[in-house]
């Protein structure tokens, strides 16, 4: 044999020992090479358009009571390639058609000391890359317990990051912008206190993470399809800029427990040039399964006023009396109580609700504090805290219902649990079936304070099942869900459509607790939202509230919220009385859509600013809405994307000039205008402030007397 042809064999030989192989996306944008080390141990690597986005990182998992982990000795023993590519139609979203379509690898892995057998699949898109693990029916693997599971996400480099502390019990925090090297002198200003919370490193954080490079490329990480596993966070190596993998444990440390056949939820990499294309990407909802649910269409958007900001804001309670300090479901005898004359969820206020709602054509009213036990329910780990059956005596259920029903208006049901996950499911085809027999379509359930079980954590294998188990037992009564304080979502809302919405991260109701950072929802659509939409209960029009808390947000800021804050179960949030105060203003959030034809990503700078487009659903018109950072900004876009040919009136809901989000939060201006396909929109932001379009065809007798948008 002569040289030449040895070191062909040779070649050939170290291919075969490594187990290379070679992924690329249907349009080749991204490709992603698997290989063993020299110890058998699984890694991968991916490119987007020839640059390196993850360096070589490896897979695997530390298994508990096992002498042999997961990690490496392992022979690549079959590989199979193939192609997918799908239109399909979601029940609510961003557009009316989602396309999937990638190119997967199938790596089948033997450890050769165990017989063990793992299955790693990655797909492939043009944005980013999706994988998980596979453990199938086999001989030498039964039942086995998740020690860690260590996949790690070798980065390029000290990126810029928007980051939540790691917590095992809430995602509820401000998003701090910082290089990764930055995170550990960070973290302890970064965790600010919580109902419920267990950061658990100096270095961790959570998923969605959203990252920019040095040299402009923008990375999410996440996680798609988490059913019967952990929630996944990431633990930060600040001098190699690794992340691993780090799993929310349970009670007694473990993370996961599985038996063969199972799976990994997907990890997912999504990468672009432009912050828009992490937006546009629908990776999330394509590793999930299609929906299960035969006939949805019992499953409608929503658009809602409630019983819940005076709460929130402290003008009125929850509780019906000030008379017990401790409340046992079923021996309490509320008639003898005296009412404390702050209860909000009286028959009589709801009725102004009700009316409101019907008045200004709002689909539905949430209550809350409408159950007997909210004198104790929070803080004093009680199991059986609440019924979600029993009405205080001064809230009528039939009677709210039928008035509700003779108004053209839905009430939407409250069950805060107070986190004792076992006593709701102890009552939940009870409380189910009565929302059923009240006509009530959806609920607003809550997950507040120290998880019960004791010693489980929001985020646990077994609460990730809980909650899980909520949304398909709802799904037989025909009921949605709008899950606050559960996991967040990774985009199950593809196969459960009836989980029409969550909470999952700090939401509107933190302005009332000394207010988030001005810029926070200019991040939120590249962190939270890319598993699913959002309940931020948006519309809040007076900033200066009541309790010395201070909204920071302009006018025109919240009205845009309603087209970058995607859900299609929308709050009005606010008092009647300051929706009345100002009726032009108001008239967007009545004006705009709930569901979606198409979305455009026009202008895109996590933490600073964000325009997005949408097209209504059914009715041809778009909508606008641009939120902006901490810096008073004048974008610039064009409406292309408008019919060619056709004449559009534009409702312009703006700042002012001297608007502020601190000193001047209420300056806006409404102006109509002429706009066409080729129109050029440049508009200024204010600090925390915004602005919301509403853009219509019209007539020629409606477009007389306006000025054309040049």
């Given amino acids: ?56 990182s490896s897979l695997g998992f530390d298994l508990k009571n096992d002498d042999i982990d997961l990690l490496d000795g392992f022979q690549v023993t079959k590989t199979e390639t193939s192609s997918f590519d799908e239109t399909w139609k979601p029940v609510w ?116 993470l959203m990252m920019k490079s040095a040299d402009g490329l923008y990375i999410n990480l ?60 629908r990776i999330t909802y394509n590793l999930n399964e299609p929906s299960k649910i035969k006939d949805p269409s019992w499953i409608k958007p929503m658009k809602y006023v409630g019983v819940w900001w005076e709460m929130i804001t402290g003008k009125s309670s929850w509780s019906y009396t000030n008379d017990y300090k401790a409340i046992k479901l079923g021996e309490t005898d509320y008639t003898k109580a005296k009412p404390n004359g702050t209860h909000g969820a009286t028959t009589e206020n709801v009725k102004k609700y009700i009316d409101f709602a019907a008045k200004h054509g709002f689909d539905g009213v949430l209550v809350e504090g409408w159950n007997v036990g909210w004198e104790d329910w929070f803080g004093n780990s009680k199991d059986y805290v609440f019924d979600f059956l029993t009405p205080y005596p001064d809230f009528d259920l039939k009677g709210i219902s039928a008035y509700a029903k003779e108004k053209g208006v839905q009430m939407i049901m409250h069950h805060e649990t107070s986190s004792s996950a076992r006593n709701y499911e102890r009552h939940l085809d009870k409380a189910y079936q009565l929302m059923k027999d ?23 294998q077994w609460l990730a099942n809980h909650y899980q188990y909520a949304i398909e037992k709802a799904a037989e009564y025909q009921l949605m869900v709008n899950a606050h304080e559960a996991v967040r979502p990774t985009g199950v ?64 800021n919240q009205l845009a919220l309603y087209v970058t ?15 009345d105060r100002f009726p032009d203003a108001f008239q967007f959030i009545k004006d705009v859509a709930l569901d979606w034809e198409k979305s455009l990503y026009l202008e895109a700078e996590p933490g600073y600013f964000l325009t997005i487009a949408r097209k209504a659903k059914g009715t041809g018109e778009w909508f606008v809405g641009n939120v902006n950072g901490m810096e008073g900004r004048t974008g610039q876009v064009t409406l292309d994307f408008l019919d060619s040919g056709k004449m559009y009136i534009a409702e312009i809901y703006a700042d002012k000039a001297d608007a502020h989000f601190k000193t001047n939060p209420q300056a806006y201006e409404i102006r109509k205008v002429v706009v066409d396909a080729k129109s050029v929109l440049k508009q200024f932001s204010a600090p925390g402030g915004g602005y919301a379009i509403r853009i219509r065809e019209a007539s020629k007798e409606e477009l007389k007397g306006l000025k054309k948008l040049k």
């Fill in 493 to 556: 809302g593809r196969t459960w459509p009836n989980l029409i919405a969550n909470e999952s991260a700090r939401g509107t109701e933190y302005q009332a607790f000394g207010g988030s950072k001005a810029n926070h929802v200019t991040i939120l659509p590249f962190t939270r939202q890319i598993g699913g939409p959002m309940d931020y209960t948006p519309g809040v029009f007076e900033m200066d509230v009541h309790n010395g808390s201070h909204v920071n947000s302009t006018l025109a």
């Fill in 93 to 208: 979203g961003e557009e009316s058609q989602i396309r999937n379509h990638y190119n997967e690898l199938m790596v089948e892995l033997t450890q050769v000391k165990t017989g063990r057998k793992m299955i790693i699949r990655f797909r492939a898109f043009d944005e980013g890359l999706g994988f998980r693990y596979e453990f199938p029916l086999q001989e030498k693997m039964g039942y086995f317990v998740v020690k860690e599971e260590k996949t790690q996400f070798a980065l390029t480099g000290d990126h810029t990051a928007f980051w939540i502390p790691g917590d095992y019990d809430t995602q509820e925090y401000d998003f701090t912008e910082s290089k990764l090297s930055e995170i550990r002198s960070l973290m302890k200003s970064a965790i600010t206190p919580n109902a419920s919370q267990t950061p658990f490193s100096d270095t961790g954080v959570q998923t969605s």
């Fill in 222 to 281: 996440h996680e798609a399809a988490l059913i019967d596993y952990p929630a996944m966070h990431l633990e930060l190596d600040d001098e190699k800029m690794v992340f691993t993998s780090h799993l929310t444990p349970d009670a007694i440390g473990d993370k996961g427990y599985l038996y063969t056949p199972a799976q990994t939820p997907w990890r997912t990499i999504i990468a672009g040039k432009n912050a828009g294309e992490i937006l546009a990407s």
């Fill in 565 to 579: 804050m995607y859900s299609p179960l929308q709050m009005a949030a606010d008092f009647p009385e300051n929706y």
């Fill in 438 to 460: 009240y006509g009530y379509p959806a609920v607003k359930s809550g997950y507040v304070g120290d998880m019960l079980p004791r010693g489980e954590y929001h985020y646990s």
């Fill in 1 to 56: 044999m002569n040289k030449i042809n040895l070191l062909i064999l040779l070649f050939f030989l170290g291919l075969g020992k490594v187990g290379a192989q070679v992924l690329e996306s249907p349009a080749k944008r991204l490709s992603m090479e698997f290989s063993l080390s020299d110890k058998g141990q699984p890694q991968y690597r991916i490119n987007l358009d020839g640059s390196p986005i993850i360096l070589p």
